[in-house]
């Protein structure tokens, strides 16, 4: 190579499941069959699971989170757009509002003007962007993926929906209407390069679908290098398997693999999937004298008070949700076995991860579903026993199922404890770039999907362009990069006494090096701080707050210096008052820019477009 040739930049291929469970794939002790995923990310010279990678609590601020590089309160996401909307979205008993966040600046529901976006740095620099799959960080034109340095899209706007794009015929003249619950996660909204979607392909299933899109855009970023040589950034996030649960049709005969597997139950599932991460005790994967959490699921009876219907139903539903899992593993493999195939693999840094912990919200306990939602669910959809998986029906697991994929930890997605943010992470460089002796490992260092930008930009060779982009002011990125510690060059990718926090709907934590307060509010904890030792009992089952007072307290102020910095509304008083939203703000299900479920809105979207005030924050002294 001459000195004025250039060494080549890499490629990036950042892969993101939807609820996807810490050990819901193969390499993470599941007997879930992923043989693609476990393959690329075990490569022995370039591969590398991480067991202590968080993300947030929840899907769109951690998408936030990985495309900003810094915390979702700060990027427009501090909480999830439905859940701020509509208070009952998240809370069954309805007693946590969600009004005080209503309006207030990092709360806008969508990717504010206070962040630069990865895939913006990207493409002034040189790169081909390109995604397909959900978005979730806007629903109008100038908040979509075209608009945020995406220069191929095919987006998923809303944060979930239909996997086959089917809706029900109603009968409006007997005056039947889509449930408030449902609004906004049954119908497919998909836009591509900014034009939004009139009808998805003939025989469409989600994660088939944008597998097939990004193969598409590869091929032709392929066709153009020899015009122009550009190394790309492709983002694939899938929606599955958020529910509804549904799996594809080509994947019915694929069902015998599951047949009877979970039909002992999530407690006996629970137990198998702790015996496969113990046998992997060597590797780090779990701790060696683990004491996972209890089980939390007291608005659900167990398997033991069910009917044998209900049983049969109930692993049906898991039999399902394994063949959404299998589903995202055959598009991984196909994307990544065209990358190889065109000699492109070995320069390309691949990862995989989820948006948060497992969903285990049991939705048949919020009385915002009892209402309307089951009726409206028994008339319009088919949820026999053989009908499952189909389009028509319309179905989640519950928070057993859930605590066998979080398991050993406690809690779910949604949920501040390291069941909700602790995810699985998987990654493979490009050659050349881990020390050496750290290929087809497991690494037990802290990170977070904040870490995921700045990493991506050092291989990239650019910049954060902080403080000022186009003019605009823009804040840094709170993440780290992972590249001095996987090159070899750097012992630790964090401090041993960094800083973290999270929050999430009123469910709140901060940890520094091993120790993590967390405040769950009830019934699920008991409302006040809790205090853990991760390090020794990293499930989170004994609470050291009573006999480490001191310690409590010095955490609970980094929470407050956290909230500071980064504009958490809080929602419960122990969490603080540090700011207080204006009355006109507060009105409820007045936040979603754009009502795209009401009659007339995909024809002419530009009529139900909706302008929302913005208030300035007022901050009250302490």
């Not at 809690?411 to 290929?439: C, I, M, N, S």
């Not at 910095?565 to 204006?582: F, N, R, S, Y």
């Not at 009355?583 to 530009?606: C, F, L, T």
Request: aromatic share 10%; with cysteine; proline share 7%.
């Amino acid at each position: 190579m001459s000195s004025s040739t250039k060494p080549k930049r890499p490629n990036f291929l950042v892969i993101l499941a939807d609820d996807l469970g810490f050990s819901d794939i193969g390499c993470f002790g599941s007997e879930i069959h992923t043989p693609n995923i476990d393959k690329y990310q075990q490569l022995a010279k370039s591969g590398l699971r991480f067991t202590d990678f968080h993300a947030a609590a929840a899907c769109s601020p951690s998408r936030a989170m990985l495309l900003t590089g810094t915390d979702h309160h700060i990027a427009g996401l501090g909480n999830l757009i439905e859940w701020t909307n509509i208070s009952g979205q998240n809370d069954p008993s309805g007693a946590m509002s969600t009004a005080p966040q209503r309006g207030m600046p990092g709360y806008e529901g969508y990717l504010n003007e206070r962040v630069v976006t990865l895939p913006e740095i990207l493409r002034d620099g040189g790169y081909a962007t390109m995604m397909a799959g959900k978005w979730h960080l806007g629903l109008t034109p100038e908040r979509g993926p075209q608009n945020r340095g995406f220069e191929k899209s095919f987006a998923h706007l809303p944060a979930c929906s239909n996997h086959y794009g089917y809706e029900p015929q109603l009968e409006k003249e007997k005056g039947d209407q889509i449930p408030a619950f449902m609004t906004m996660s049954y119908i497919a909204l998909h836009s591509e390069d900014g034009e939004y979607v009139k009808e998805l392909p003939e025989g469409w299933y989600s994660s088939d679908g944008y597998g097939d899109k990004l193969l598409a855009y590869l091929r032709d970023w392929k066709e153009e290098q020899a015009k122009e040589e550009r190394p790309f950034f492709a983002y694939l996030p899938f929606t599955a398997p958020h529910w509804p649960l549904q799996a594809p049709q080509q994947y019915i005969k694929k069902f015998k693999k599951y047949k009877g597997v979970y039909d002992s139950g999530p407690d006996a599932l629970r137990l198998q999937r702790l015996q496969r991460l113990q046998r992997l005790k060597d590797l780090g994967l779990i701790a060696p004298d683990v004491e996972p959490h209890p089980v939390v699921a007291e608005e659900t009876k167990s398997w033991a008070e069910l009917s044998p219907t209900e049983r049969a139903a109930s692993s049906r539903a898991m039999e399902v949700f394994a063949a959404m899992v299998e589903c995202i593993d055959a598009n991984v493999g196909k994307v990544v076995s065209y990358l190889e195939s065109i000699g492109e693999l070995e320069n390309t840094f691949v990862t995989l991860m989820s948006d948060n912990g497992a969903e285990g919200a049991a939705y048949e306990a919020y009385p915002i579903v009892q209402s309307t939602m089951l009726g409206h669910l028994k008339k319009y959809y088919d949820n026999s026993l053989d009908n499952l998986r189909n389009g028509d029906s319309f179905i989640w697991y519950g928070p057993r199922w859930a605590q066998a994929a979080t398991a050993p930890s406690r809690l779910y997605k949604a949920y501040t404890t390291e069941g909700g943010v602790r995810v699985p992470f998987l990654a493979k460089w490009p050659q050349g770039v881990l020390g050496k002796g750290r290929g087809g490992g497991v690494e037990g260092q802290f990170a977070t999907i904040m870490d995921l930008a700045p990493t991506i930009l050092e291989m990239a060779g650019l910049a954060h362009p902080a403080p000022l982009y186009k003019g605009r002011e823009v804040v840094e990125m709170r993440g780290r990069s992972m590249q001095p510690f996987v090159s070899g060059a750097a012992p630790r990718i964090h401090p041993e006494d960094f800083v973290q926090g999270w929050e999430t709907c009123g469910r709140a934590a901060c940890r520094k090096g091993d120790w993590k307060i967390v405040f769950i509010p009830k019934p699920k904890g008991p409302e006040r701080w809790q205090l853990y030792n991760l390090k020794k009992d990293p499930e989170e089952v004994h609470d050291l707050a009573e006999q480490e007072p001191e310690r409590l307290e010095k955490l609970k102020g980094l929470w407050d210096q956290y909230v500071i910095e980064t504009g958490v509304v809080p929602l419960a008083p122990a969490l603080g008052k540090w700011m207080q939203a204006m009355e006109e703000q507060m009105v409820e299900n007045a936040w979603i820019e754009y009502e795209y479920w009401k009659d007339g809105a995909r024809d002419e979207p530009e009529k139900f477009f909706k302008d929302i005030l913005r208030f300035q924050r007022v901050v009250k002294p302490m």
